[in-house]
């Protein structure tokens, strides 16, 4: 793969990533509270979510779980995002306690972010795979060769390619 698709692809999924923790805590902050902002200001809430979309960051940047994508089995691929979710975890746990965050704030918002989170990025990977490996199998994203030649090497040439 050359090195441009395999920037284009990790961005893919850092991005899809990006919007699973975004929706995950949404999710989370819903299931607690029954609104986003859960009788919090805006601000603090915004600082939560930017907190959680630099650690997912910091993981990328630094352990690049994206090594090895396509060809991780699902049980790969499930240790592979619980390990992100791992480290995230313990980031926003840190985080929280460095702002003196976790006395007020619920502790179990953070759990079922951790949990949606885990299931959302697990299954948008395994889609992403699914997808990805369709196209490439129909052709769409391969590349394609035009051989000129005699009809009678014309298979002897195919096979060599």
Request: glycine residues 8%.
């Amino acid at each position: 793969m050359e090195a441009k698709q395999m920037q284009l692809q990790n961005f893919f999924i850092f991005l899809m990533d990006c919007i699973c923790i975004v929706l995950s805590y949404i999710l989370a902050s819903y299931l607690r509270f029954g609104n986003l902002w859960g009788g919090y200001t805006k601000g603090i809430v915004l600082l939560r979510m930017g907190i959680l979309l630099m650690s997912i960051t910091l993981v990328y940047f630094i352990f690049n779980p994206n090594r090895n994508f396509f060809s991780r089995t699902k049980k790969q691929e499930l240790i592979a995002v619980f390990r992100n979710i791992l480290i995230m975890g313990a980031t926003i746990s840190m985080a929280a306690f460095l702002m003196q965050d976790a006395q007020k704030y619920s502790r179990l918002v953070y759990g079922y972010f951790c949990g949606i989170d885990f299931v959302v990025m697990y299954v948008s990977h395994l889609l992403y795979k699914k997808y990805m490996n369709d196209i490439y199998s129909k052709g769409i994203g391969g590349r394609k060769v035009l051989i000129l030649t005699s009809a009678d090497r014309a298979e002897g040439i195919c096979q060599n390619i």
